[in-house]
């Protein structure tokens, strides 16, 4: 258990394919502002600058190179790009960077089977733990996602019965007793206009009392 945690972090990984014969391989760096080793493997075998100190000075003097960030920078610009030559032999692998201004090539050495080993495990596991990095940033996602639908339906259903409960009102009791209020004589069929009265008559009864007296 010991081992695995001093396994090698991994930087920048890309997947180059040999165009001859189709065969993938794993070409990644071991991030650092100070050093720079790039591996190439099929996932059997590992080839690897191994830079020393003193063997990375001496190759930034060769070629131009300032800052070891240079080297991180412009691997991944080239592999980006696809402008990667890649020449695998047995102990030894070529690797140049075919449209880069300085020309950068690097020759990798086979590992021995347990350095292999343990260059294999850290790029292994450096993938299991992108794999549940990017489960979790979906998960997050989703639960946003779910988090914001729920709050939209919350507020349109708030406004839905606010709306709801003010088109009630106007047709409440309120709004009766408004109707209610009418002019005296206005007409419930035609508004505003008055209503014709009925004829009463004469009332003979009345009249045959005042002719008696």
């Not at 449209?99 to 596991?125: C, H, N, R």
Request: glycine share 6%.
């Amino acid at each position: 258990m010991e081992a695995e945690h001093r396994l090698p972090s991994i930087g920048s990984l890309h997947i180059h394919t040999l165009p001859e014969s189709h065969q993938r391989y794993l070409c990644y760096t071991h991030p650092g502002t100070q050093s720079f080793n790039l591996c190439v493997t099929n996932v059997v075998d590992v080839w690897s600058t191994g830079f020393s100190a003193q063997k990375l000075e001496e190759h930034k003097s060769a070629h131009g190179v300032k800052t070891a960030e240079e080297y991180h920078s412009r691997t991944r610009v080239a592999f980006q790009k696809a402008a990667v030559s890649l020449t695998v032999l047995d102990n030894i692998t070529l690797l140049k960077y075919s449209q880069d201004d300085l020309g950068l090539t690097f020759d990798l050495y086979k590992l021995s089977i347990p350095e292999a080993k343990t260059e294999i495990q850290s790029v292994m596991f450096h993938l299991v733990d992108q794999i549940h990095h990017l489960e979790n940033q979906l998960k997050a996602s989703e639960e946003s996602n779910a988090l914001n639908l729920e709050k939209t339906m919350q507020r349109t259903q708030r406004m839905f019965l606010a709306d709801y409960g003010s088109k009630r009102k106007g047709n409440g009791p309120e709004s009766s007793l408004v109707a209610k209020k009418r002019p005296a004589g206005e007409s419930l069929i035609n508004p505003g206009s008055k209503r014709t009265m009925a004829p009463t008559g004469v009332s003979f009864e009345d009249n045959t009392l005042e002719s008696d007296e």
